[in-house]
């Protein structure tokens, strides 16, 4: 079973930075699939970022490319997603999310792609 537990949330000034942690725990696999989601009130969940071991590059939604990156320690199993010059509209809870898809395609923003969800870190940027 694979858990994942988030931190790093916080509440920040527009313009300031964050980085949120995910620490993953359970995989079996050779290959995993960590992602990062974000929902607003009101709002759908959305993809922000997402990575996968059996794809080369990255995903990112359009509204933070440049802005955030996510990165992983592959033998700790940790995901960090730095966030840079943060906008009021980056507000809501941030989720860690994982699949341990081994092969085949990948939609990194749909949330169906992940079986394991964490329990949410709150970012606030205030403007």
């Known amino acids: 079973q694979v858990q994942l537990v988030e931190s790093g949330g916080d509440s920040v000034q527009n313009g300031g930075s964050l980085r949120l942690s995910c620490a993953a725990s359970g995989f079996s696999g050779r290959h995993y699939m960590m992602a990062w989601f974000r929902q607003a009130p009101g709002k759908e969940r959305e993809g922000v970022a997402a990575i996968w071991t059996a794809a080369f590059t990255p995903y990112y939604a359009d509204s933070v490319k440049g802005r955030f990156t996510i990165s992983q320690d592959n033998a700790k199993k940790t995901l960090w997603l730095h966030m840079n010059s943060l906008k009021p509209e980056d507000t809501g809870m941030y989720y860690c999310?994982?699949?341990?898809?081994?092969?085949?395609?990948?939609?990194?923003?749909?949330?169906?792609?992940?079986?394991?969800w964490g329990q949410g870190t709150q970012v606030t940027v205030s403007s």
């Open positions: 999310a994982a699949s341990e898809k081994q092969g085949g395609s990948w939609s990194p923003g749909n949330i169906r792609e992940y079986d394991y």
